[in-house]
């Protein structure tokens, strides 16, 4: 249970992240909202993932989702140039993630 509430929080680091940017230096409501209640509801997700995982796989998995996500999300979206390098480092990235759960 533990692994799924961590990835559900590493997804939740991929919402409040991209809301944190259209926030606009949380001057917008909607967006601010958004990554408040997203970026809390990730630590704690995190937190509690922690209480049976090691921190340092706990860690590296909840960033490694965050960030390969919030990257993608950005590519399709349009915000950020789409390349086949970048998809396949990104690809990398989830690769390292689940070898961190299939190591454990």
Known sequence: MAWVVLVV???????????LSRSEGLTRLG?????????VASMVGLAWAMRTLP?????AVWVGIGAALTASYAMVTGAEAFSLVRALLLLGIV?????LKLAH
């Not at 590493?10 to 991209?18: D, I, P, R, S």
């Not at 690769?95 to 070898?99: E, S, T």
Request: proline share 3%; hydrophobic share 50%; glycine share 14%.
């Open 95 to 99: 690769a390292c993630v689940i070898g």
């Open 31 to 39: 967006p601010s909202v958004v990554f408040g209640v997203s970026v």
């Open 9 to 19: 929080s590493g997804c939740l680091e991929a919402v409040w992240a991209t809301a």
């Open 55 to 59: 921190v340092g796989t706990s860690y």
